[in-house]
């Protein structure tokens, strides 16, 4: 799925770690907030980004402090779902500039269900819940 929306290397987190493997990135893109924060850093090439779209309680704190201290970009996902940043991510969406991946959809009344699968872990892509 990754490599259809334009990755080029997708490692599997639960069979390989990364940041073991001598290689270096230019862009590490954390979905789980899994990865080893210091070691992912490691891995980045010069000027790489850090992309982590679960950073927990402490994460918004480690991206700021390691930003200051490196040429390497850390990023967290702190944009929030306002009306302005909804807008944004539609026009690039009509742009074809992303392609958003729908993994399961879900009517309003199922609503416990779909938080539960997406609290599992294994969802492979957006979950959307549908009204009406």
């Known amino acids: 799925m990754l490599r259809s929306i334009g990755a080029d290397h997708v490692i599997d987190y639960t069979r390989e770690d990364f940041t073991k493997n001598g290689k270096t990135y230019n862009v590490i893109l954390d979905t789980i907030g899994e990865s ?6 490691r891995s980045l090439n010069e000027n790489g980004t850090y992309l982590n779209a679960n950073p927990g309680l402490f994460g918004g704190i ?6 200051k201290r490196s040429n390497k970009k850390v990023i967290t996902w702190t944009a929030g779902y306002s009306v302005k940043n909804l807008i944004a991510l539609e026009e690039l969406i009509e742009a074809g500039k992303i392609k958003p991946v729908i993994d399961r959809r879900y009517p309003l ?3 416990a269900e779909a938080h539960r699968y997406v609290d599992t872990g294994q969802k492979k892509g957006n979950v959307v819940i549908t009204v009406g």
């Open 109 to 111: 009344e199922q609503i």
């Open 62 to 67: 480690r991206a700021r402090w390691a930003s």
């Open 36 to 41: 080893p924060f210091a070691r992912s850093l």
